[in-house]
């Protein structure tokens, strides 16, 4: 089953803007990843927030994570036409590295 | 270059022809994981490994096989494909060790089966 879900499914947006995802999960995690994926390639890890932090910075990318409401959110600033791709969240459970749950995505489009 | 390879990148079989999609990493990882990809379904582990000789189910273990003889390789094996297992299939390495973390995704394999 899911553990992630992220909201919303779809986004459209204008080259230069914001873009702001967010990921509910259902069970205790010990990190959350965010993953970026082009059409039908593989998966690039963005970045990466332990239970125990409240929010990360990486160049344009931040994320936040608020374990009391079982969510995060990944936040792009100043996007760019190749931010276009698919974004996951991924919750991995028992900190060991081998096996992640990972939600249904995002599809970003960032209009040039 | 540290990678994960999965071969074939795209494959279309027939229903109940068995196949096998390899994989093979260069980073000395311990643990690797099979997903499959599906639309609206993110992505769903088949099976995973910890370690030689050391697998387990995932979330979708039906109807695949795995093994790990070695460990930079860990080949996906479908013995009777069905059309249901047409997706896109990626396979993974990580480690965690000390408070570091890895994890690296192959390219992905796109399977059919008619």
């Known amino acids: 089953s899911q553990q992630g879900e992220e909201d919303p499914q779809a986004l459209s947006i204008q080259e230069g803007e914001n873009a702001t995802m967010n990921c509910s999960y259902k069970t205790s995690i010990n990190n959350l990843q965010w993953y970026r994926q082009n059409s039908g390639r593989g998966l690039v890890h963005l970045i990466l927030i332990r239970s125990n932090e409240r929010e990360k910075h990486s160049g344009r990318l931040r994320v936040t994570l608020d374990t009391s409401k079982k969510s995060s959110s990944l936040l792009i600033t100043a996007s760019r036409a190749a931010d276009t791709a698919s974004y996951f969240c991924?919750?991995?459970?028992?900190?060991?590295?081998?096996?992640?749950?990972f939600g249904g995505g995002t599809r970003l489009m960032v209009k040039p | 270059e540290a990678q994960v390879t999965q071969n074939p990148r795209y494959l279309i079989t027939v229903t109940g022809k068995k196949l096998t999609v390899t994989c093979s990493q260069n980073m000395n990882h311990e643990y690797m994981s099979w997903y499959r990809q599906d639309p609206g379904l993110g992505l769903r582990q088949i099976y995973y490994s910890m370690n030689v000789e050391v697998t387990d189910k995932g979330d979708v273990p039906e109807g695949y096989k795995v093994s790990r003889k070695e460990k930079r390789n860990f080949p996906l094996i479908l013995e009777s494909p069905s059309p249901n297992q047409t997706s896109l299939y990626f396979c993974a390495s990580s480690f965690w060790r000390q408070g570091l973390y890895g994890y690296t995704f192959g390219s992905g394999t796109r399977l059919t089966v008619v």
């Open positions: 991924a919750t991995d459970a028992n900190n060991a590295g081998n096996m992640l749950t």
